[in-house]
């Protein structure tokens, strides 16, 4: 198994041990999972990569408990998800894992504050209006709280959607292509609020790009091929992650 957990990271927040997976009905491009094992530290940033049709998304699927493997296993801390129920599933998601996407998937009829909440209340709990505040807070926006989406840059759409992916306080944070819908300087911001979260607030980020310069602020960078691991890096630079993509397959 490849373990990816610098010395600070000393716990594991995610391990999928000998997965295998079929790729989701619509994504008639992307390869199943063939065997990956990779164990992702407690508070450890990291970035999976690999050429279109790769794997990326099966990957994240998989690893967030919206896919079932066929086989292996898929670990959240000490919790086997294979092992739970649909309905036991559905409850961890909303309280231990959080999303972030490429497209925000905001609600453009509620406001940034009711958006942040909404993991809370679709969880059926009470949700303390300091609790949100300090969340937007910690995002930059705790004075945009009563606008609606229609209102904000795409930079702040995404920042109103990593704020709602940490209002469960997550163990772990799954970012899709988060900044693929973004300029250079605002996708720079949110990889740089991405890493704040890792560093100064101890979660777990594990996020699928196409960018070497997204990557480059991770941790560590898992890179997959036809469905396979290919390899792994340890803080890379964008230009060492460009020239491994470059001969993968080679």
């Not at 049709?53 to 086997?80: E, M, Q, Y």
Request: aromatic letters at 2%; glycine letters at 8%; a neutral charge.
């Amino acid at each position: 198994m490849t373990r990816l957990t610098p010395r600070k990271h000393l716990a594991t927040a995610l391990a999928l041990c000998a997965a295998l997976a079929a790729c989701s009905d619509d994504a008639v491009t992307e390869k199943p999972l063939d065997g990956v094992s990779v164990e992702l530290g407690r508070g450890s940033f990291t970035a999976i990569m690999g050429p279109s049709g790769s794997g990326k998304s099966t990957f994240l699927n998989v690893a967030a408990g919206l896919d079932r493997p066929t086989s292996g296993t898929v670990t959240l801390g000490d919790v086997d998800l294979a092992r739970l129920s649909e309905r036991r599933l559905t409850i961890l998601r909303r309280e231990r894992i959080g999303f972030v996407f490429q497209a925000f998937n905001l609600l453009p009829s509620l406001t940034v504050a009711q958006n942040i909440a909404l993991p809370m209340r679709l969880d059926g709990r009470r949700v303390k209006r300091s609790t949100v505040r300090d969340v937007a807070a910690r995002v930059g926006l705790e004075k945009r709280l009563r606008h609606r989406p229609s209102q904000l840059s795409g930079g702040q759409q995404q920042r109103v959607a990593i704020a709602r992916a940490l209002v469960t306080r997550p163990e772990v944070v799954f970012a899709d292509e988060p900044t693929g819908a973004l300029d250079t300087r605002t996708a720079r911001d949110v990889l740089a609020l991405l890493r704040e979260v890792v560093d100064a607030d101890g979660h777990t980020v594990v996020m699928v790009t196409h960018d070497p310069v997204a990557a480059a602020h991770a941790d560590s960078v898992v890179l997959l091929a036809d469905g396979r691991l290919a390899g792994a890096l340890d803080a890379p630079s964008a230009d060492e992650v460009a020239e491994q993509l470059a001969h993968l397959g080679d």
